[in-house]
């Protein structure tokens, strides 16, 4: 799946992931008011709603984007008919040849991890069937329990050939509470960092990089820098572009000479374009294709800044 | 909801979970073979199946324990058809007056960790209505990510009067490798501990205790002991129990002097006891009363412990 990903970034010229984590308060009147009239105002009624958003901007970006990445809380805020749309969304994305990041951040204990890993990205053995649960092509995972809560996600991607991303460095302002602080005289996040270099080590694609990346914050490009030289061969999924405030300047560390290693991830910066000052002029109607215009810009401000290093 | 916790707790005299930690190999044969025949061997066969054993643990358990806790994984690893159940499970729960606690280990950069806040403890708000998504009663959370994303969950906490259990140092034989690591001299679980009681110090309930407590593994007895002096007001939930290798002697630190301050989970422990050679004599027509029989043994396991200390 990381080649995959990989050949898909090649051929769109983009390495962009779209973040599929609607808000009720992105999607346009009509949407919701047809799916109210429907449903009513109801948890099905929000879930239709945002199905019906999710399945327009896929509509509209499929051919642009290697990959999206549902944020998997931004459905379970519905309850169970959220996950429902969740479910929906990754077999849409997939029937579109979408490659699809799971954005779970799950870790537990051994045995737990694995019902996760069975549920996410493998297969579940119910009497003498197997069935794929939600059947994600990579997951994020949390890595504060250590190597056996990761073990068993690395395992069933090897019998799965699908990926994952760990968290290393996060976006968000307060990652340096514990991730920054010095142990031997590294920061955390190095610790991280090298654990994620060994998990991978043995298990590279034909592109020569891992199944196994990380996820580092735009928003930390020093810290950036030093991750991608401590794994040279994990792909770094970077969040923290646009809404969090993180530029196309930002993002060059992470990326390796061959233009390749990093994939970027914009979610309320295209899903909710239209809502922009710069996006105006498309309308609520066609908030859609403001969603794929953004896509271009953005692949247009990271390549500008990949030439310009 | 700390308070209703302590409270059972005390009426109960067992500060014990029963962690509803379903897998098929745990539920005897005609569970699975009816759920088979009317549903087939199908992702909805499987459910049909946890929920059968779950509601006959749960009505043969609810009157000895204060709380229960699935773990959603357990579910998950089913796909949608799992989450249903999940859903069903928590319903169930609560109708048995029985404190749920969801042990979900989410945590995401705020506005993430708000939708998860809202998912799993609070309300959605959809048009003009508001819903309650999985509604437990306590979730677990994943502190790697820092303050801002715990904050979300102690917000709804409050707002719901609801609660919470951090990880800090858990129950599994890898959990050393980053949360023991030295930070200025003390190791990361303390650092996590410090935050822990600082979250909480003002959410407090009428018994003392805070709202905002830990998860700290019974298989780290010593580690618990400094935990518990870290966090004096803060419950600590303790996996590790009976499956995982800790006894009753391994939890006395984990308990302040006035008996209170821990409740001890046990899942397959219990939930499977009637595998266990002890449990034999119960059959698996009669694995929910072995399931009481082995709650009522922990309860003793435990008792004696605290008054031998």
Same mark, same amino acid.
């Given at each position: 799946m990381i080649d995959k990903l990989i050949s898909k970034i090649k051929k769109t010229q983009a390495p962009i992931v779209v973040g599929l984590? &609607?808000?009720? @308060?992105? #999607? &346009?009147e009509q949407i919701q008011k047809k799916a109210f009239e429907e449903y009513g105002e109801t948890l099905q009624g929000a879930g239709e709603a945002i199905w019906q958003y999710n399945k327009e901007i896929i509509d509209a970006i499929y051919d642009v984007v290697p990959a999206v990445k549902p944020q998997i809380a931004m459905y379970e805020q519905f309850g169970l008919e959220g996950v429902k749309v969740f479910q929906k969304t990754v077999d849409y994305c997939k029937s579109r040849d979408l490659v699809v990041i799971g954005d779970i951040k799950r870790g537990d204990i051994g045995s737990t991890s694995e019902a996760y890993a069975i549920g996410h990205l493998g297969k579940v053995q119910v009497g003498s069937q197997e069935y794929y649960g939600f059947n994600e092509d990579f997951a994020t995972i949390n890595p504060y329990m250590g190597t056996d809560a990761v073990a068993p996600f690395v395992k069933v991607c090897r019998e799965e050939k699908k990926g994952l991303f760990i968290l290393? @460095?996060?976006? %968000? &302002?307060?990652? !340096?509470? +514990?991730?920054d602080r010095l142990i031997d005289g590294r920061p955390l996040y190095e610790w991280v960092g090298e654990k994620v270099a060994q998990w991978g080590a043995d298990f590279v694609g034909e592109s020569g990089y891992s199944y196994v990346g990380a996820v580092v914050g735009a928003t930390y490009p020093e810290q950036g820098m030093i991750l991608r030289e401590i794994m040279p061969k994990s792909y770094i999924l970077v969040p923290g572009y646009g809404a969090q405030g993180a530029k !196309? /300047?930002?993002?060059?560390? +992470? +990326? %390796?000479e061959d233009g390749l290693g990093a994939v970027v991830n914009s979610s309320r910066g295209i #899903?909710? /374009?239209?809502?922009q000052e710069k996006y105006k002029a498309f309308g609520p109607e066609r908030f859609a294709e403001a969603s794929r215009q953004a896509v271009l810009d953005m692949r247009t401000d990271i390549a500008q800044a990949l030439e310009s290093r």
């Open positions: 984590d &609607p808000m009720l @308060k992105f #999607i &346009p290393a @460095k996060t976006s %968000n &302002p307060s990652s !340096g509470e +514990f991730q !196309g /300047a930002d993002l060059v560390h +992470f +990326f %390796n #899903i909710a /374009a239209w809502q």
